[in-house]
């Protein structure tokens, strides 16, 4: 019975096992071949460690791994955090119209990429409805050049995927926070714990899991980030913005198409992403 019962499980299995190997494994293995390949179009030979040799001296691609590393350290911790009170302070069941409030955070994620990135380059063009807000408070005396300058295009960016994606991450906390049990609140108010007492020694400590599996995602997302500096800042101005994601994306279809040199770029992501995700488990997870 056993036997059978198990014959009859691979048969469930193997399709998508088929599918898995086909669609995902063997690609992998294909592009870390292509890797050490060199030249263009179809005309590519074994070139050795050329291609990653080339990493260590190409000025665009050290720009793009800054650009994606900064993206990475500044926004991942603030989308957290904030995503993190926010889901406390929606979690209180005094709030009125907290449904609305989840609602109105979470849309973002839904919305279209190209859509939303397009609304964001018009919001914040030099006659765009943000610098004309900045000019009638008179915070600023002239127009901020949000896309074309270095720093403010870099910030533009951050603006944007936070407000993409911190809803994304509320509705983890959310519904890690209603699994806790009322009580241990009320044991901790009863025994004069202030409100962020509670929050640094109780919600953080039992959130742990969820906040350990968003940071990863979130790490995982910021890594490949595309969308958004393609479709807002086009990289620019002078490659400032640019990302690896978008890099890879210009190497094969913008510049003269190079296989090789783009799949060698798309494994310093997977370094990166294993690399990082590691550490994260370490730290996050002692036991």
Same mark, same amino acid.
């Given at each position: 019975?056993?036997? +059978?019962?198990?014959?009859?499980?691979?048969?469930?299995?193997?399709?998508?096992?088929?599918?898995?190997?086909?669609?995902?494994?063997?690609?992998?293995?294909?592009?870390?071949?292509?890797?050490?390949?060199?030249?263009?179009?179809?005309?590519?030979?074994?070139?050795?460690?050329?291609?990653?040799?080339?990493?260590?001296?190409?000025?665009?691609?050290?720009?793009?791994?800054?650009?994606?590393?900064?993206?990475?350290?500044?926004?991942?911790?603030?989308?957290?955090?904030?995503?993190?009170? *926010?889901?406390?302070?929606?979690?209180?069941?005094?709030?009125?119209?907290?449904?609305?409030? +989840?609602?109105?955070?979470?849309?973002?994620?839904?919305?279209?990429?190209?859509?939303?990135?397009?609304?964001?380059?018009?919001?914040?063009?030099?006659?765009?409805?943000?610098?004309?807000?900045?000019?009638?408070?008179?915070?600023?005396?002239?127009?901020?050049?949000?896309?074309?300058?270095?720093?403010?295009?870099?910030?533009?960016?951050?603006?944007?995927?936070?407000?993409?994606?911190?809803?994304?991450?509320?509705?983890?906390?959310?519904?890690?926070?209603?699994? *806790?049990?009322?009580?241990?609140?009320?044991?901790?108010?009863?025994?004069?714990?202030?409100?962020?007492?509670?929050?640094?020694?109780?919600?953080?400590?039992?959130?742990?899991?969820?906040?350990?599996?968003?940071?990863?995602?979130?790490?995982?997302?910021?890594?490949?980030?595309?969308?958004?500096?393609?479709?807002?800042?086009?990289?620019?101005?002078?490659?400032?913005?640019?990302?690896?994601?978008?890099?890879?994306?210009?190497?094969?279809?913008?510049?003269?198409?190079?296989?090789?040199?783009?799949?060698?770029?798309?494994?310093?992501?997977?370094?990166?992403?294993?690399?990082?995700?590691?550490?994260?488990?370490?730290?996050?997870?002692?036991?």
């Amino acid at each position: 019975m056993q036997k +059978r019962l198990n014959g009859r499980a691979w048969l469930f299995v193997i399709p998508s096992l088929i599918l898995i190997v086909a669609f995902v494994f063997y690609p992998m293995v294909q592009a870390f071949l292509t890797s050490f390949q060199t030249g263009v179009a179809n005309n590519l030979k074994f070139g050795g460690v050329a291609n990653y040799q080339r990493l260590l001296t190409d000025s665009t691609f050290q720009k793009a791994l800054f650009n994606t590393v900064l993206f990475l350290l500044v926004q991942v911790p603030v989308m957290i955090l904030l995503a993190l009170a *926010i889901s406390s302070m929606l979690n209180n069941k005094k709030l009125k119209c907290r449904g609305l409030f +989840r609602t109105a955070i979470f849309l973002p994620c839904v919305t279209s990429l190209v859509a939303y990135s397009i609304i964001f380059k018009s919001l914040f063009a030099n006659d765009g409805f943000v610098n004309g807000i900045l000019m009638n408070l008179h915070l600023i005396s002239q127009p901020i050049n949000w896309l074309t300058s270095t720093g403010f295009a870099r910030l533009l960016i951050i603006i944007a995927i936070t407000w993409r994606w911190t809803g994304y991450n509320m509705i983890f906390y959310l519904s890690g926070l209603q699994s *806790i049990d009322d009580s241990i609140y009320e044991a901790a108010s009863i025994d004069g714990a202030t409100g962020f007492q509670k929050f640094r020694y109780m919600t953080l400590p039992l959130l742990k899991p969820i906040i350990l599996f968003t940071t990863i995602n979130s790490t995982i997302g910021t890594l490949q980030l595309f969308d958004e500096p393609m479709n807002i800042t086009q990289g620019g101005p002078a490659n400032t913005t640019i990302t690896i994601s978008q890099y890879i994306y210009n190497l094969l279809f913008k510049y003269q198409p190079n296989f090789g040199y783009a799949a060698a770029v798309s494994f310093v992501i997977v370094v990166l992403i294993v690399v990082l995700s590691f550490i994260q488990l370490k730290v996050g997870d002692k036991e």
